[in-house]
C-alpha cells in the first residue's frame, strides 16, 4: 500500500508538473531568442497576458479550446488553441514582420530614440543580421551594411569610408568609448578588426557629422558598436547560457572557433567571450584582371632572399595571419535604479604581411624581402556606471571611465639588404565621459555631458642586421620626446516634440584641444624646431528636423558641422607613404571644420515596402590633405638610403563632397523580400583634385526568403569604376594596386559579384550557415585596396546555443 506520505508527495508533484506546463514560453522563428512584451488574448479580449524579458508567459487564463492571439508590433500575428500549444510542448515560434516599426537606436544622442525622431540618417545592424551575415571581422561586418565602403591594404586589414572621409575623420566607439587615438593616420586604418565580430551585438552608422556628440574626427560619420551585454536573472536561481561557433572559409582555409558564456544573478553576473582565428594566403578569383596576379615572391634560402615564381598564381602568398579576441565583463546592479559592468578587451594579432608594398618593384626586381605588420595589440578597461532615478537635473546618467593600451610595429627589408627597420608605436588612452538625460514637458528631452581625453605615445626606431643581430637607432616615426595629446569638452542637446507629426533637435558642443610633441634626437633629420605646441578650440553645432505627415511618410532635414583637430599623425609624423616619398612635420596646421546638410525623404507602400533616399553635401574648410611640400627649403632629400620628394599634411583652403544614399526594402511575396541599397559619394578640394577617400559607386540587391527556420539569401554586390583622371594623385602613383587603361594609365574597374547565403534555425540547440561568395570567381580588387578580393568561397558555420 501507498504511505500517506507518498501520496502527498504524488498529488504534490502532480500539481507542480500541471503548474510548470502552464507556463509557455515564445521565441524568435530565426534567431531562437526569446521574445519579451509579446500580448497574448481570446477573442473577447477579456483574458490577457504578456511575456516577461524572458519570453515567458502563463496560461492558466484560457482554456482549452478558445483561439489565443499573439501579438507583437515586430512580429506576424498568430492564432492558435490551448492543446496545440500543449502538442508544441509550450515553446511557440513566431515570425518576424518584413517591416518592423518603432525602432531604436542608441548612437545619435548616447540614449536610445526613437528613430522616427531622430533626423540623422542612422542604419543598424542587428544581432540576427550579424549571425546570418557570418562576418570573419569587424570590417567585413561593416561591409555588409552595404553603405560603408571597406579598404584592404592586406588580408589582416579593413578602413572604413564614409562619405568622402576615412581613418582619422571617421569614428570608432566602443559600448561608449572613443576607440580613435592620437596616432590614427590620414591613410588608411586596420584597427577596427581588433574589435572581435563574434562578441558584436548590434552596431550602428550614424552618417554625416556627428561631433556635437562625439567630438574632434566625427566628420564623415560614428561606428557605434555594442558588445554582448551580461543578462542578469529574473529570479533568485543562477540563469546558465551560451553560444559556440565555429567557421570554415575556402578561399584562404579560415578555421575559426569562438565560445562564450553567461551566468546571471539576480543581482550580479558575468560573461566571458573568446574567439581564435587562422587564416592561410588569400586565393583571388580566376577571371578578368590578370594583372592582380602574384607570379613570383621572396623566400631565403640560407640567408639570402632568392624570387620564386608562384605555382599558383592566383593565391596571394604573404597573405596570411592569425588572431585572438578575448572579452570578461562582470555587472553589478544592487538596486533597480543602479547598474555598473565592467568590461575587459584584448586582441593580439600576429605578424601581418603588408601585402601591397610586397608585390612593388624596382628596377625589375620585387622591392622588399620582407615588409610586416608586428603583432598589433589593443587592451581596454571600462567601467560604465548607470543611474536612473529623476530628480530636478537629470532622470538617467552614465558614467564611463576607460582605458586602452595600444601597440602597433612596422618591420620592413629591401630585397637582399641584411638591414631590417624596426618601428614600435605604444599609446596610452584616457578617457571619461559623463552624460545625463532628462525628460521633460510633452516628451520633450534634455541630453548634456562632458568628456575628458588624454592620449601619451612613445615611438621608437632601430635597424637590426639580420645576419649579425646587431641594432643601430634610427629615426623614430614620431617624435621621440614627450608626446601628449588632451581633450576637454561639454555638449547640449534638446528634443522637441512640437505634435505627432514634428520634432527637432538642436546641440551645441564647446571643445579645446591641446599637444605638445617635443624632439631630443636631430642627428637623423635638422629640424627647424624642437617642439611643437597647439592648442585649438571649436565650436560646433546641429539642427535638425523630423516631419511625419502620416504613418506612411517621413522627411528629415538635418544640419551640422564637425571638425577634426590635428593629432600627433598629422602634425608630427616622418613616415614613406609610396616608393620614393615622405611626409615630414607640419607644425602649423589647423582644425579642419565640415558643414554638412543632409535631406532624407522615406516612403512607405501598403505595409509591404518602404523606399528611402538621402542626399547629403559637406562643405571642408581647412581640409588636412597630403600635398608637396620643403623641409629646409628643399623638395627633396635622401630617406633609407633613398631621394624621396618631401610632402605633408597641409591645410587646403576648401573641399566639397556630395552624394546620396537610397534603398528598397519590399516584400515581394509571404516570406520573401527584395532589399536594395545604392551609394553614390563625390569629392574634391578647391583645385578640382579629387578627394582619396571618395568611393565608388557602390551597392547591393539581395532576395532573401525566411521560412520556419530556413533563411535564403542571393545577392549581388557591385562596384563602379574610377577612371585614372578621378582617382587622387596619391592614387595615380600606386599602379601596381590598379588595372591598366588603354593609355597604360592605372584605374579602378567596375565589379560586381553574385552570392548567396543560407542558414537553417535548429530550433532545440543552434543553427548551421552555409553560403557562397563571388560564385563566378571573379577577379578584382576593391578601390584604392592592396589585396585583390577573394575568390570563389565557401563558407560553412554552426553556431549551437544553451
Not at 114 to 140: C, G, H, W, Y
Not at 225 to 238: A, D, G, I, Q
Not at 607 to 614: F, N, P, R
Request: with cysteine.
Amino acid at each position: 500500500m501507498i504511505s500517506k506520505t507518498t501520496y502527498l508527495i504524488l498529488i504534490s508533484l502532480f500539481f507542480s508538473i500541471c503548474s510548470f506546463s502552464q507556463t509557455l514560453l515564445i521565441k524568435d522563428a530565426e534567431t531562437n531568442e526569446p521574445v519579451a512584451d509579446v500580448a497574448i488574448f481570446n477573442e473577447q479580449k477579456v483574458k490577457s497576458a504578456l511575456s516577461n524579458s524572458e519570453g515567458e508567459v502563463p496560461l492558466d487564463k484560457f482554456s482549452d479550446d478558445e483561439p489565443i492571439y499573439f501579438q507583437h508590433p515586430s512580429y506576424n500575428e498568430l492564432v492558435t488553441t490551448k492543446i496545440d500549444l500543449i502538442n508544441m510542448n509550450h515553446v511557440v515560434y513566431l515570425e518576424k514582420k518584413i517591416i518592423e516599426i518603432a525602432e531604436y537606436v542608441i548612437s545619435a544622442y548616447r540614449w536610445e530614440q526613437n528613430a522616427k525622431e531622430v533626423p540623422n540618417k542612422i542604419t543598424r545592424l542587428s544581432k540576427k543580421e550579424i549571425i546570418f551575415d557570418n562576418p570573419q571581422t569587424t570590417a567585413d561586418l561593416l561591409a555588409n551594411s552595404n553603405e560603408v565602403f571597406i579598404q584592404k591594404s592586406q588580408l589582416g586589414g579593413g578602413s572604413p569610408m564614409i562619405r568622402g572621409f576615412s581613418s582619422n575623420t571617421v569614428l570608432l566607439v566602443i559600448d561608449g568609448v572613443k576607440m580613435n587615438n592620437a596616432i590614427y593616420r590620414e591613410g588608411n586604418l586596420q584597427n577596427i578588426i581588433s574589435l572581435d565580430a563574434n562578441a558584436v551585438e548590434s552596431s550602428e552608422v550614424i552618417f554625416g557629422p556627428g561631433s556635437v556628440t562625439y567630438g574632434s574626427d566625427a566628420l564623415g560619420g560614428v561606428m557605434d558598436f555594442h558588445t554582448l551585454r551580461v543578462k542578469l536573472s529574473t529570479s533568485e536561481k543562477l540563469q546558465f547560457s551560451g553560444n559556440a561557433f565555429s567557421r570554415y572559409s575556402s578561399a584562404n582555409n579560415e578555421k575559426t572557433g569562438h565560445f562564450d558564456f553567461n551566468v546571471g544573478g539576480s543581482k550580479w553576473g558575468f560573461l566571458s567571450s573568446i574567439t581564435y582565428s587562422d587564416y592561410d594566403d588569400l586565393r583571388m578569383g580566376s577571371h578578368n584582371n590578370s594583372e592582380y596576379q602574384r607570379t613570383e615572391y621572396v623566400r631565403q634560402i640560407n640567408g639570402v632572399d632568392s624570387i620564386f615564381t608562384n605555382s599558383d598564381p592566383n593565391v596571394q602568398v604573404e597573405s596570411g595571419y592569425n588572431q585572438i579576441n578575448l572579452m570578461q565583463k562582470l555587472r553589478f546592479r544592487p538596486t533597480k535604479n543602479l547598474d555598473m559592468t565592467y568590461a575587459f578587451h584584448y586582441s593580439k594579432l600576429s605578424d601581418v604581411p603588408r601585402y601591397d608594398r610586397l608585390i612593388q618593384y624596382a628596377d625589375g626586381t620585387l622591392k622588399y624581402g620582407d615588409w610586416y605588420y608586428g603583432p598589433q595589440k589593443w587592451m581596454m578597461h571600462a567601467l560604465n556606471v548607470k543611474y536612473s532615478k529623476p530628480n530636478l537635473l537629470f532622470d538617467n546618467s552614465k558614467f564611463t571611465i576607460a582605458y586602452q593600451d595600444y601597440e602597433e610595429s612596422r618591420h620592413d627589408r629591401r630585397y637582399r639588404s641584411d638591414e631590417l627597420t624596426e618601428s614600435t608605436e605604444n599609446v596610452d588612452a584616457y578617457s571619461l565621459n559623463i552624460d545625463f538625460d532628462k525628460n521633460l514637458k510633452r516628451e520633450n528631452q534634455l541630453f548634456y555631458g562632458i568628456e575628458a581625453v588624454y592620449n601619451s605615445v612613445n615611438s621608437n626606431s632601430h635597424t637590426k642586421n639580420i645576419s649579425t643581430g646587431s641594432v643601430i637607432d634610427e629615426q623614430s616615426r614620431y617624435p621621440d620626446g614627450l608626446n601628449r595629446y588632451a581633450t576637454l569638452a561639454a555638449y547640449l542637446s534638446y528634443k522637441k516634440n512640437f505634435s505627432e507629426k514634428f520634432t527637432t533637435i538642436a546641440g551645441i558642443r564647446a571643445n579645446y584641444v591641446s599637444l605638445y610633441s617635443t624632439i631630443d634626437d636631430t642627428s637623423f633629420f635638422d629640424f627647424p624646431f624642437d617642439e611643437i605646441s597647439v592648442n585649438n578650440s571649436a565650436v560646433n553645432g546641429s539642427m535638425g528636423f523630423v516631419y511625419r505627415p502620416n504613418e506612411k511618410w517621413q522627411f528629415n532635414l538635418n544640419l551640422s558641422s564637425g571638425f577634426h583637430a590635428p593629432n600627433i599623425d598629422d602634425m608630427a609624423k616622418i613616415f614613406d607613404p609610396e616608393p620614393g616619398t615622405i611626409i615630414v612635420p607640419n607644425e602649423n596646421l589647423k582644425p579642419e571644420y565640415a558643414y554638412n546638410v543632409d535631406l532624407g525623404i522615406q516612403k512607405e507602400i501598403l505595409d509591404v515596402a518602404t523606399l528611402s533616399i538621402t542626399g547629403f553635401y559637406t562643405y571642408l574648410t581647412n581640409a588636412l590633405v597630403r600635398r608637396d611640400f620643403t623641409f629646409n627649403g628643399k623638395d627633396s632629400i635622401i630617406y633609407k638610403n633613398e631621394m624621396s620628394k618631401v610632402l605633408a599634411i597641409v591645410n587646403a583652403d576648401k573641399a566639397y563632397i556630395y552624394g546620396f544614399t537610397a534603398s528598397a526594402n519590399i516584400e515581394l511575396l509571404n516570406n520573401l523580400k527584395l532589399k536594395s541599397v545604392l551609394n553614390y559619394t563625390h569629392g574634391e578640394d578647391q583645385d578640382g583634385i579629387a578627394l582619396r577617400h571618395s568611393a565608388p559607386l557602390f551597392g547591393s540587391t539581395r532576395f532573401t526568403y525566411s521560412h520556419k527556420g530556413i533563411t535564403a539569401s542571393v545577392f549581388a554586390d557591385y562596384n563602379g569604376e574610377i577612371k585614372y583622371e578621378n582617382l587622387a594623385p596619391g592614387e595615380q602613383d600606386k599602379p601596381y594596386m590598379y588595372a591598366t587603361d588603354n593609355n597604360g594609365n592605372p584605374y579602378s574597374p567596375a565589379w560586381w559579384t553574385l552570392n548567396v547565403m543560407t542558414s537553417y534555425n535548429f530550433k532545440d540547440w543552434g543553427t548551421i550557415n552555409l553560403g557562397m561568395e563571388n560564385i563566378l570567381d571573379n577577379r578584382y580588387r576593391p578601390y584604392s585596396s592592396g589585396i585583390v578580393a577573394p575568390g570563389r568561397n565557401l563558407i560553412v558555420g554552426l553556431r549551437a546555443n544553451f
